[in-house]
């Protein structure tokens, strides 16, 4: 149309000093961070309400009568972030064989962690009596480590897809950095997890 | 046809299928668009719709209200209708029509093809389009058990245990929740999108500190967005599960927390009135400038005071709270760090008033609404700084005065803005230019429909009048103001139509509009009206904050003084 339509125009009376290079960030790791901070908001209410309520059930049971320490679950969950490091370093290295390798004990710890929530939920149901329903801090419980569960089997899945896909093949090495994200959103789940872990059996167990 | 001739040099001249229009071309293309443009006009135009609909609740309850004792409205009729309006209003209509005007003028503005995550892009206008349905159709399908229940009746912020099962049959709450947590995923989507794309798809030389300040309060916007949205989702999630599982978050029989929700509420709600009124003020900062002739005064300031609107706006969610009773040490510091918000803000407004000042002012329609909209605006922050007195609050709260201050916020501060937006932009949009009497007549109806409307509830607040009424006994010297404030709704009405019809009328017979119209500087105006699906032809390089100065004056560009 006019000769406004040609921006190209705006190229004409540069300081030529200007001809920099022009480098902006990767959008995928802006993105995913950007994912993480609202994830973090969302989990920080889950946790603000927890401790809020710490003390405030009026019945039994309480968290220092049945909750135990998950060391095993937490042991297995915190080194499955390592494992995902290593793969990660594999698959930039182009070692197919040792990113499957680590990559598969991730999901593997993963799914150990998953295993020891589902056999925690179902002793509290059926030996303690605790539901969601039987008191503030069985909602809250269940609320708080039930979104970290299910950030969990999410990751689980991601995880998966990308096992199953490289096996079939149709992972491709300059495909670095999506495996690089879905280790980050891995770690992400695993810090969760720290504040869970002290919020839920560490403070609210002794106090 | 007169107009063959011109529109034979066009067809000539313009890129293939660009002749089309935006709107035609197939509605089926509507459901399967990743265009950010398109995408935004109908985040606009349903958000329009939406608006027309909660406006009119809005003209039975002024009508319910004109005359004490009146009985046009049954009292739950009553109750849903100002349930519906308000969170209509807020979700269904504000977040859907600035996140319009983001989608749509964002990548424009930072020289982009699209959006960074295209399909992500439509995915959150479709989760809002179907919550807004899934609300609506509340009115259908809510009725529950033993006919419990309709639409929902519990207030747009739904203060619990009003919200427990014992005291909401029926599943009118559920749709109230539900339909609020997926529209709020749509506008998570939508935020992490602008910021993205802000971040990582500006065009050659377009540095930060080159943004229209249009771009940099949308990054303000979509962080607060990020941050404030997931406390409202958590709070959905807790009470589906009090309502579903029998939890006890907000079970105060239990061992819960009424008051937790109002704080949950507010920790969203108040950022959400920031998240609501800056889209605003980025309208403003566009359209001030180019209508005076002058770059923005202050740009560096504007942008700090933004990013420090959105700061103290995240620690002043309990001043809605004064009358639950908190310690004196919780009043005192929620009544200061809101009277602190109003530092930054009236920063802005001097600003404005800076680049008005010695400018060569066009009186043109954008240039009108916000001039409209800094004395209403000035008005609200005023209103809103007398609440933020914890004394004073514990009077009025609840009470037509803070109806009058939070309707002086959002329609003299927001929709004032959004309607300048409208008239500025609908040239680049659509290519032709809305009619300028129509627009006439729509400004000064609506100005003068506004005011009389929401000043006299300053009056009646004052004198005592509660909110959410659905009437009042004669005798309290309410009745001249609410009959007041309703004679005023049939030239909002009339005003709206006249947007409307101008709407409908330009888009067809309206005046060509060209690229660039206003003689502006920013990138959006670089290329056609409207603009090629793929935005630029050559993607552009900037050299300075006005690139469309640069190219027009060559002889003296800005980035010489930069």
Redesign the interface.
């Known amino acids: 149309?006019?000769e406004?339509?040609?921006?190209?125009?705006?190229?004409?009376?540069?300081?030529p000093e200007?001809e920099a290079e022009?480098k902006?960030?990767?959008?995928r790791k802006?993105?995913v961070i950007?994912?993480i901070?609202?994830?973090t908001?969302?989990f920080?209410?889950?946790v603000v309400?927890y401790l809020?309520?710490i003390k405030?059930?009026?019945n039994g049971p309480y968290p220092q009568d049945v909750l135990e320490l998950p060391i095993l679950a937490t042991v297995a969950l915190l080194s499955s972030s390592i494992t995902v490091v290593i793969a990660e370093r594999a698959f930039m290295k182009n070692a197919r064989g040792t990113f499957h390798l680590w990559w598969g004990l991730t999901m593997v710890l993963g799914l150990f962690f998953l295993g020891f929530t589902a056999h925690e939920w179902y002793t509290l149901i059926y030996r303690d009596g605790l539901t969601?329903?039987t008191?503030?801090f069985?909602?809250?419980f269940?609320?708080l480590v039930g979104l970290h569960a299910s950030h969990v089997i999410i990751g689980l899945i991601l995880l998966g897809l990308v096992f199953v896909l490289s096996l079939l093949g149709h992972v491709k090495p300059d495909q670095a950095e999506r495996i690089e994200m879905i280790s980050w959103y891995w770690h992400f789940v695993d810090v969760v997890w720290i504040v869970v872990f002290i919020v839920v059996y560490i403070i609210s167990r002794s106090a | 046809m007169a107009t063959t001739t011109e529109e034979e040099i066009d067809i000539e001249l313009s890129p293939p299928g660009e002749e089309k229009g935006v709107l035609t071309g197939g509605i089926q293309s509507l459901f399967y668009t990743v265009d950010h443009k398109k995408l935004g006009l109908m985040y606009i135009g349903s958000g329009l719709i939406f608006f027309v609909i909660a406006g009119l609740m809005a003209t039975a309850i002024r009508i319910q209200l004109a005359i004490p004792k009146n009985d046009f409205l049954e009292p739950d009729v009553f109750n849903r209708f100002f349930t519906m309006h308000g969170t209509a209003m807020v979700f269904y209509v504000g977040m859907p029509i600035i996140f319009g005007f983001a989608n749509y003028l964002i990548p424009l503005m930072i020289g982009a093809r699209d959006m960074a995550f295209p399909r992500l892009n439509a995915f959150g206008f479709w989760m809002f389009f179907f919550s807004a349905c899934l609300f609506y159709f509340s009115y259908l399908g809510a009725e529950g058990l033993y006919g419990a229940g309709s639409a929902p009746d519990v207030g747009w912020f739904a203060y619990s245990p009003l919200t427990a099962k014992a005291f909401s049959r029926g599943h009118s709450t559920d749709y109230w929740t539900l339909s609020i947590l997926l529209g709020g995923i749509g506008s998570l989507a939508t935020a992490l999108n602008i910021l993205v794309t802000v971040f990582c798809f500006r065009c050659k030389g377009m540095t930060l500190g080159r943004m229209p300040l249009f771009v940099w309060l949308w990054i303000v916007v979509a962080f607060l967005t990020l941050i404030a949205l997931p406390p409202l989702s958590a709070c959905q999630i807790m009470l589906t599960l009090d309502r579903y599982l029998g939890a006890n978050f907000f079970n105060t029989q239990a061992g819960g927390s009424a008051v937790l929700w109002q704080h949950f509420f507010w920790i969203f709600g108040h950022p959400e009135v920031y998240i609501l009124i800056l889209p605003g003020f980025a309208i403003a900062s566009e359209v001030i400038p180019v209508f005076s002739r002058k770059p923005i005064f202050g740009y560096p300031i504007m942008v700090a005071a933004s990013v420090m609107i959105a700061f103290i706006s995240l620690g002043v969610w309990a001043h809605h709270m004064f009358t639950v009773g908190m310690t004196s040490l919780g009043n005192t510091f929620f009544a200061i760090s809101t009277m602190i918000i109003a530092v930054p803000t009236g920063i802005k407004i001097f600003n404005w008033l800076g680049t008005m000042y010695g400018g060569k002012i066009r009186l043109d329609l954008p240039m009108m609404f916000c001039i409209a909209f800094l004395f209403q605006f000035l008005i609200a922050g005023l209103t809103g700084v007398m609440l933020s007195v914890a004394p004073f609050n514990w009077q009025l709260s609840d009470s037509y005065f803070v109806v009058a201050h939070f309707h002086y916020v959002l329609i003299g501060g927001l929709l004032f803005t959004l309607f300048a937006g409208i008239y500025y932009w609908y040239p680049k949009a659509i290519g032709r230019m809305l009619n300028h009497k129509l627009g006439l007549w729509h400004f000064w109806l609506f100005i003068f429909g506004f005011t009389l409307t929401f000043a006299p509830q300053h009056v009646s607040g004052i004198l005592g009048m509660p909110r959410r009424i659905f009437t009042y006994d004669p005798g309290r010297g309410w009745e001249i103001w609410n009959f007041i404030s309703t004679v005023g709704v049939p030239f909002q009405i009339a005003g709206v139509a006249c947007l409307v019809a101008n709407m409908i009328w330009s888009y067809f017979k309206g005046k060509k509009a060209g690229d660039d119209p206003w003689d502006a500087w920013t990138l959006e105006w670089a290329t056609t009206s409207p603009p090629a699906e793929y935005n630029f032809e050559k993607l552009p390089v900037v050299r300075s904050r006005r690139p469309l100065w640069d190219l027009k004056h060559p002889e003296d560009p800005d980035w010489k003084h930069e």
């Open positions: 149309m006019s406004l339509s040609d921006v190209g125009m705006i190229n004409q009376s540069v300081p200007e022009w902006l960030p990767s959008f802006v993105g950007l994912l901070l609202t994830e908001a969302l920080t209410i889950f309400a809020f309520y405030k059930s009026l969601i329903a008191n503030v069985g909602s809250t269940y609320a």
